[in-house]
């Protein structure tokens, strides 16, 4: 209770004077952690070039996927347990130290370790962020900054393939890590100086038996949609294995937070009806957003003959629809204190939209599928806040930490089963397509899946064509799928129970709103 009153008065103090101050530097922070990969993969040509070592060059990004998957849930229940401005510029050093030695690596073995080593710091960034948003601002009242928020998503994925490609061109691929260093600089300044919050001392030891099961559970997952029907065939010896290891690990984990003092992941917190409503949903955002932004360029540079020098700026549409939807959510959810609407309308509008994009063929011009990628957008803009926003209402402000940690780590775990699922789904349709139209053969000497409109230039007028058509197919393939994931996540909306918003108005330590936050109504099965 008294710490809880010490945030509320600390709040107080930081609003409105600095509070912009704070948010600037976790956005800042935000940003590197975001913009990374999407420069990175604009550097890996070059990068392979002058590494060697084609064969490891998807460890480059895994790596960091698996460090940052795996290390989530941790740091978060690291702030809760040890304060979060510590354990948030921890993570901000551990990430810029991976981004100076990536910078310096001389082959790809050593990149790949150093990747890892960012990536640690990379899964305290999203989270750290989150939760200390989720300490500062009543839930009330984060509406009002969810445009800021949706606004550096959309930054990250249209500028990161435009500045990386930039920078490798001009300044060379080893740039692309250390712009990251001048970025966190001013992150940690900023943060050190302005953001203040009540230092907490651990009430017990590390869940370190959670943690390690855990990782192995991510590990495995991660592992089994990386590698699933590309590395290794879905039945092969090595994907079963892992699956089997995820089995065993999560069964192991589970029952080890039962019996801990100071779970990595208290089970509790699923008891709530919106807390576990909002991780699902959250997962199946996940999985349509990084599928959406990961074969809508493909479609458009195959299909439609776009340039992949601005691969961002195709997907402007969707980036753009859904920065203003997030923005004109989060004001009403802050004017009325509503947001069961949001979740049913963002459903709706997904698989609408997923649907849509699943019609697209060799004739599809860029408007159309820009006006299908805008309904896409609508309807992430309508979730992508607001399932962090009621997960974290969802409990007692102890466990914001390990909230806003397990949230991140559902979307997250979305994605690679959405880019994994997707791929598979649409690599095989490519396949299957490009052999009915020139035969196995012919097909195979067409080349891969991924082909850019400078290869596709090349190749005969017949070959073209077929190929042409073989992406259309795969790309209606990997829509639908993702359109019937999306009812899920539709229907599972209708069962989000509208509890009260923690903070009913302008924070004040003696109104019972955000002075007194575990008060606030936590829902639950039972009731």
């Known amino acids: 209770m008294a710490e809880n009153t010490i945030a509320a008065e600390t709040t107080k103090e930081v609003k409105p ?27 890996m040509p070059t990068i392979v070039g002058e590494l060697g ?25 690291i702030g809760d347990m040890y304060g979060r401005k510590g354990s948030f510029l921890t993570s901000i050093v551990i990430f810029l130290i991976g981004s100076a030695l990536s910078g310096m690596a001389q082959d790809m073995g050593q990149l790949i370790g150093f990747r890892a080593i960012q990536g640690l710091g990379a899964g305290g960034l999203m989270v750290g962020v989150m939760a200390i948003i989720g300490d500062l601002i009543p839930p009330r009242e984060r509406g009002k900054y969810q445009g800021m928020m949706a606004g550096v998503m959309a930054l990250a994925m249209i500028g990161g393939p435009l500045v990386g490609g930039t920078i490798t061109d001009h300044m060379g691929w080893r740039w692309s890590f250390y712009i990251n260093l001048p970025l966190g600089a001013v992150a940690l300044a900023m943060v050190t100086a302005v953001l203040h919050l009540p230092k907490k001392r651990a009430q017990g030891k590390i869940d370190y038996l959670g943690a390690a099961l855990l990782t192995i559970a991510i590990t495995s997952t991660v592992l089994v949609t990386t590698w699933g029907g590309t590395e290794y065939a879905w039945g092969s010896g090595e994907i079963i294995g892992l699956i089997v290891v995820g089995i065993v690990s999560i069964a192991a984990f589970l029952f080890a937070e039962t019996r801990a003092a100071e779970p990595v992941m208290p089970l509790h917190i699923f008891r709530s009806r919106n807390f576990t409503l909002m991780s699902v949903i959250g997962f199946l955002v996940g999985f349509a957003m990084f599928g959406g932004v990961l074969y809508l360029p493909l479609f458009q540079q195959a299909v439609q003959g776009a340039s992949a020098t601005n691969s961002g700026l195709l997907l402007l549409p969707m980036l753009l629809s859904m920065m203003v939807v997030s923005l004109i959510a989060g004001r009403i959810t802050t004017s009325s204190g509503k947001y ?44 992508m806040q607001i399932t962090m926003l009621v997960a974290q209402n969802s409990v007692d402000m102890k466990d914001m930490g390990v909230a806003s940690s397990s949230a991140t780590l559902f979307r997250t775990l979305g994605g690679s089963f959405g880019v994994a699922l997707m791929g598979s789904l649409f690599t095989s349709r490519v396949t299957d397509t490009m052999s009915d139209r020139l035969g196995p053969q012919a097909a195979n000497a067409a080349g891969s899946a991924q082909l850019d409109a400078a290869s596709l230039a090349k190749l005969p007028e017949a070959v073209r064509d077929a190929y042409q058509h073989a992406v259309a197919a795969g790309t209606h393939s990997a829509f639908l799928l993702g359109a019937f994931i999306a009812v899920l996540g539709f229907a599972a909306a209708w069962f989000v129970k509208e509890v ?16 007194k936050p575990e008060q606030a109504p936590v829902e639950s099965f039972s009731h």
Do not use: C
């Open 53 to 77: 070592g084609l064969e490891h060059l998807s460890w480059v990004v895994t790596a960091y996927t698996l460090a940052t998957a795996a290390s989530t849930p941790i740091w978060g229940k």
């Open 500 to 515: 009260p918003l923690r903070g009913a108005g302008p924070v004040k330590a003696a109104d019972g709103g955000e002075g």
């Open 340 to 383: 069961k609407v949001f979740p049913i309308a963002g459903g709706a509008l997904m698989v609408v939209g997923l649907f849509l994009l699943a019609q697209m063929d060799t004739g599809t011009s860029r408007l159309v599928s820009g006006v299908y990628m805008a309904i896409l957008g609508a309807g992430l803009g309508f979730l």
């Open 17 to 43: 004077r600095s509070v912009r101050v704070v948010l600037m530097a976790l956005m800042i922070a935000m940003l590197l952690a975001m913009l990374d990969n999407m420069i990175i993969g604009t550097a």
